[in-house]
């Protein structure tokens, strides 16, 4: 059931790397002691940068942003991100099921990939999980 979207880029910054540290760490130093990037902004590249927006992937799964609930986000960082680099992100759905809860009834849980890679190393992947309530 994979549903494979056409590539995407993003160059990452330093403008993105200082708001985003600002954002989630709020300490510049904890940043400069990994080396300037947070791995968490494996997210911003991917949300910004996939080849499909999220309304994108929501009108391939047939479903509106108000019945769908993020759930987990797993990071694999393969090396350190770096500012002033282009990354190109591979976005898939690699995973569907249909489930129904007693008290939430039925709902689709979809599993998403990023792949971000530098040239032709790659760099993390982010997997996403999507709750999608359906009607009875």
Not at 30 to 46: F, K, N, W
Not at 56 to 76: H, N, Q, W
Not at 103 to 110: A, E, I, L, R
Request: proline letters at 5%.
């Amino acid at each position: 059931m994979p549903h494979i979207f056409a590539p995407g880029r993003f160059t990452l910054r330093p403008h993105h790397v200082a708001l985003w540290t600002d954002a989630v760490a709020g300490d510049a130093n904890e940043a400069a002691r990994i080396g300037g990037v947070l791995p968490s902004i494996a997210l911003l590249l991917c949300f910004n940068g996939a080849g499909a927006s999220i309304d994108d992937i929501m009108a391939i799964l047939d479903t509106k942003p108000e019945r769908v609930l993020f759930g987990e986000i797993e990071l694999e960082i393969d090396r350190p991100l770096r500012a002033g680099l282009t990354y190109s992100i591979d976005t898939a759905i690699v995973g569907s099921e249909h489930k129904h809860g007693r008290k939430t009834g039925p709902f689709d849980k979809v599993t998403l990939r990023y792949a971000l890679s530098e040239g032709d190393r790659r760099a993390a992947t982010v997997t996403q999980t999507w709750i999608i309530s359906r009607d009875a």
